[in-house]
Structures are given as structure tokens and as C-alpha cells.
């Protein structure tokens, strides 16, 4: 009886709004406060389904998946132009930062969730790619003066068989998106880009990993994990997949701390992002979605405690960009 | 408002024509090339890289996949399933995965 007397009120609260709710100063006050039962539309979905949030809207969870994939089905072919034009090519450093503090070896298998157009991954295989010519390079250098006892070593073993050894364990990235456009618009940036062996695509869910158990050393998901109906069950298939030792490392749209900056970042994403989003790629409704869930993620501390429930251990953050991304990172031990 | 349009438009048919250039270098460019999968881009005949098989599994019982070349599917005998692979990317979403018994059961829905 609650719920029903709940529901009469979130509808006399919703048609009372619905002819002031278009303009962009009630997105300006409902980011402000985000409960998100008086200043935003409320679209209760029966008693049956659980609700969660798309952005300020109350949806199903059901519905959520499908207008997240709606989302990305419109935005894929202008993801990567977007994504330079709204963060001012800031991306880019977020992702080398990624990878920077990935740190990975060559050999090692990656698995990137929620990875799309496939930045991380191909981020991946060029520094795996420079570290090899590198050491490459410098044993080329180092053969030039043998010593003896290099020289007596390359009498009695074939080189051959060395050089295979260290060659045959080569580094794999695997790009996993539940949406099949942008892993389309990912494969054709590959292929033009000249890149095709060791990395491979596929069209999976983040809560359900076609993936055997123990098998990635690192598991990245890099803006995707606020779109996931689930973040927990997204977590617990990333412990699940990843081998013991692996790394699971997350970039994502965080708090900002200083609350200047706050208010300048508030004011760039609700008045500049969706007008970004409509002059470029001719789309308002999914940038106003990015920038409001955004808000509703979760902050700093709050992932960290998610992610250590998850069952991962070691868990640490960096603020990049005065915390307007968090870069979270847990191992599987 | 006519103005984006019209930018949009122009932008839309230069970048065709840019990308039309593009695939026929590409085209010529692509023998040379020396690359895992190196067959040409066909709609369906890029071999799935088998590879994969090793860590792929079905997302619902977590069990080992068999490719089925004819079909390009990717099978799930015990359940009776088949996940299709669509550019050489195989779909493992469970509801787009088709029955292969002739079950009169709903398609398999995620757990």
C-alpha cells in the first residue's frame, strides 16, 4: 500500500514537473541535488522490475541495458572525435596514464571490458610492441661485444631455439563490448591503423564474461563500468577471470575534490557537452545521458570499498585531472 | 540550425569520399601486409581466429565451445546452443544465441 500511495506521488510530482523540466536550468539544480525523486522525470516501471538509475531518470534494469546500448549504438561511429572534442584530447593522457601505471610485460594477456573503438588494447600492444624492440634493440647492441662466455654458449645451444622461446609467448589483447557497433568501428580503426595479430574481439556482457576461469593477467575497464546494470556482478567476473596475481584496473569519471573546480566542471558538462554532443554528432539526449551518469556513480572511497568486497586486494586509486577520473586498481591474490 | 545541417552533410560526403580513397588504397596495400588472419574482407569468410577457443567459453554454463565452420557458429552442445560470429566477432550475448534441438522452449534467456 506504501508503494502504491509512492507511486500516486512520484506521478502528481512528474506531470507537475513535465512542463518545466526541459530547460537546462532544472539540470543545473538536479545536479546539484541528486535524489533524484523531486526535480527529474521519474519513470517507475511497476512493481515486477527493480529500479536504477539512466542518468536522473528512475528506469527499469532491464530497460537500463537496452538504452545503454541504444546510446553507444548512436554515438559509436563519433565516439573517438567526441571523446577528443568534449575532454579536449585530456583522453588520451588519461588512457597513456592507464597503461603507464599498467606497466605491462611483454607476453601477458589483457582483457579490455566495456573497450569499444579499443583504445586501452591498442594503447596495449604499441608500448608491449616498443618494450620488445627496445630489449631488442639492446641485446643487438650488446652482441656486437660478445664475451667469451656468450660466444661458448651460442657453440653448444641453437640460437634458434632461445629467440623462439622468448618470442613464442606473445602479448594478447582481447577487446570485449556488449555492443557490436563499436567493436565494428574498433576493428576498422585497427585494421587502418596496420594492427591485426594479437588482438582479437568479441560481443560479450560484463556481467556474464564468455571468458574461462583464471586466465587474463590484467583486466581494464575504462569508462564502461558506470554504464553496467551491475557493478558488483561486473566485479566479481573480473575476479573471476583474471589469474591469480592479476590486476584489475579501472579508469572511471570520479568526484572532484576541490570544489572551485567542481563547480567550473559542473558548468562545462551540463551547458558544454550536450551542445558538443548535438553539433558533432547530432545526439543531445545521449551526451545529457553521459554527463548524468556520470553523477551517479559512485565516488572515490565508495568504488574502492565495492571493488575490495569484489574480493580484490591491494586496492588503490589516483586522482587524474584533480579527480574528475579516478584510476582504480586491485589485485587477485 | 540549417547551417549544422548543411556542415554536417558536407563533412558526412567529404568523409565518404575520403574513406572511398581510403579502401582502395587500402585494397592495394593489403597483399603486402603480413598478418595473422590474412584474408581479404569479406562479409562472412574472415576466419575466426581459433585461437580463442582456448579461453572462450559459453557465458551461461562456462564450458568449452566447439566452432562449427559451416554455420560460422560457435556451439554449446550441451545446452543446444549456437552463438553466431558476425565479422569475424562472435556475438557471445545468451539472447542473441539461437536453439539449435527443436525445443519448443523460449530462446535461452541470461541467468
Redesign the interface.
Known amino acids: 500500500m506504501a508503494a502504491s500511495i509512492r507511486l500516486l506521488a512520484r506521478r502528481i510530482v512528474r506531470d507537475a514537473f513535465r512542463t518545466i523540466n526541459s530547460s537546462v536550468s532544472v539540470r543545473i539544480v538536479s545536479s546539484s541535488c541528486p535524489s533524484n525523486l523531486s526535480a527529474c522525470r521519474c519513470f517507475s516501471d511497476g512493481a515486477a522490475d527493480k529500479s536504477t538509475h539512466f542518468g536522473f531518470e528512475t528506469v527499469s534494469e532491464g530497460e537500463k541495458a537496452e538504452r545503454v546500448y541504444k546510446v553507444f549504438e548512436s554515438v559509436a561511429q563519433k565516439y573517438d572525435v567526441m571523446n577528443d572534442a568534449m575532454s579536449l584530447g585530456v583522453h588520451r593522457l588519461w588512457k597513456d596514464m592507464l597503461l603507464h601505471v599498467m606497466n605491462p610485460q611483454p607476453g601477458i594477456r589483457l582483457l579490455d571490458v566495456a573497450g569499444g573503438t579499443g583504445d586501452i588494447s591498442l594503447r596495449f600492444l604499441n608500448y608491449v610492441r616498443s618494450q620488445q624492440e627496445r630489449v631488442a634493440r639492446r641485446t643487438a647492441r650488446a652482441n656486437q661485444t660478445p664475451s667469451w662466455q656468450e660466444i661458448s654458449t651460442s657453440y653448444t645451444t641453437p640460437t634458434e631455439g632461445i629467440e623462439m622461446e622468448t618470442e613464442a609467448r606473445e602479448s594478447r589483447a ?1 577487446v570485449c563490448d ?1 555492443n ?1 557497433e563499436m ?2 568501428v574498433g ?1 576498422q580503426k585497427a ?2 591503423m ?1 594492427v ?3 588482438l ?6 560484463a556481467e ?6 583464471d ?2 593477467d590484467v583486466y581494464t575497464i575504462a569508462f564502461g563500468i558506470r554504464n553496467v546494470t551491475h557493478i558488483d556482478l561486473a566485479l566479481q567476473e573480473a575476479v573471476r577471470v583474471l589469474k591469480p596475481g592479476g590486476r584489475f584496473m579501472c579508469l572511471e569519471f570520479s568526484k572532484v575534490t576541490n570544489p572551485l573546480l567542481a563547480r567550473l566542471y559542473d558548468a562545462y558538462s551540463f551547458q558544454m557537452i550536450p551542445v558538443l554532443g548535438e ?1 558533432i554528432a ?1 545526439d543531445w539526449k545521449s551526451y545529457q545521458y553521459l554527463v548524468e551518469s556520470i553523477r551517479k556513480f559512485p565516488d572515490q572511497e565508495t568504488f574502492k570499498q565495492m571493488i575490495e568486497d569484489a574480493g580484490l586486494f591491494s586496492v588503490r586509486y589516483h586522482n587524474l585531472t584533480g579527480g574528475v577520473v579516478a584510476l582504480h586498481s586491485g589485485f587477485k591474490l | 540550425m540549417f547551417q549544422n545541417a548543411l556542415r554536417r552533410l558536407c563533412n558526412e560526403t567529404l568523409r565518404f569520399q575520403t574513406t572511398a580513397k581510403y579502401v582502395h588504397f587500402l585494397r592495394g596495400v593489403r597483399p603486402l601486409s603480413v598478418s595473422a588472419r590474412h584474408l581479404t574482407d569479406v562479409k562472412d569468410a574472415l576466419p575466426f581466429d581459433t585461437s580463442l577457443l582456448e579461453f572462450l567459453v559459453c557465458p551461461l554454463s562456462k564450458k568449452q565451445l566447439r566452432y562449427e565452420e559451416k554455420t560460422n557458429e560457435l556451439i554449446n552442445e550441451e545446452l543446444g546452443i549456437a552463438y553466431p560470429i558476425i565479422d569475424g566477432i562472435p556475438n557471445m550475448i545468451p539472447t542473441d544465441a539461437r536453439l539449435i534441438k527443436n525445443d519448443p522452449e523460449t530462446p535461452v534467456e541470461p541467468a
Do not use: C, M, R, T
Open positions: 582481447v556488449i557490436k567493436l565494428k576493428k585494421e587502418s596496420g591485426s595479430s594479437g582479437s574481439w568479441v560481443v560479450g556482457d556474464e564474461l564468455p571468458f574461462d576461469d586466465q587474463f553539433v547530432g
